[in-house]
Structures are given as C-alpha cells and as structure tokens.
C-alpha cells in the first residue's frame, strides 16, 4: 500500500521508528533483567560460600584453606561489583531508550494529530459544500412552484 501524501509518508516513517525505538529498548530491558538474574546468583553463591567458611571456622582450618576461601570471595565480591557497574550502565541505556521512544511516539502523535485535523477540515469542507449543493436545489424548487415565476 503506497501512502497517499507525504503526511501519511511522515506518519508511516515515524511509526516505523517508533517501532524501532521499542524493539531497542526491549532489548536494553532484557539485557537488564538477565544482568539482574546474573547478580542475584552471584550474590546468593558469595552468601553461600562465606557461610561454608563460617562453618569451616568454627570447625577450624589450617591457614592455606583460610587463603583460599578468602581469595574466592574476594573473586566473587569482584564479580558482583562489576555486575552491579555493568547493571548501572544497562539502567542507564533503559532510561535513555525510554527517553527516545517516548521522543519518537510524541512526533507519531503530532503526526497523527496533524492528520485528524485536515482530515476534519475535509470533511467539514465537503459538509459546506453539500449544503450548498442542497441550498441550491431547494432555492431551485422553490422557484419552480412560486406561481408567476418564469421556468
């Protein structure tokens, strides 16, 4: 279906980048909740690990195994700071895809809008015209069966 103006042109192209708009920031949003997932089991894992060497404390452990424990969550603590760095960056690509598709529906809506308007101002163009049609026949009839009128 080829457009009819170039308003419904404008209106196609900007339906099409809103649309693209909303698939990016589908895509940021679900970047973000696998970072999430990713966090929350990072984060239940290092809980987990520190409470295996809470146990292994209280049943006492040689210095090297104490090491290596501690290395481990130093690891994990290092893993979940970068996680939650790189889930920081992700809410910031959220909130910016937000920002641009809620860009890109407001031109849709102008566009839409634009549209509603002349296609009013038709409408209401045909309506006068009708009318004057109508007018017009009326006066004629009523011409015709006025008596002593010529016809």
Known sequence: MTPSSPLDTLIEQARQARDQAGHSLAEARRGQQNTTAQLSTLENYRNEYAGRLQDAL???????TLNTYRRFLAS????IEQARQVLREQQRAVDAGQDHWRQRQQRLSSF???ATRR?????????????????DIAGNLH?????GTAT
């Open 58 to 64: 209280a049943q006492g452990m040689d210095t090297l």
């Open 76 to 79: 994990l603590d290092q893993a």
């Open 112 to 114: 839409d809008t634009l």
């Open 119 to 135: 296609q009013q101002q038709q409408q209401h163009r045909e309506q006068r015209q009708e009318r004057r049609q109508t007018d």
């Open 143 to 147: 011409q015709r069966r006025l008596p």
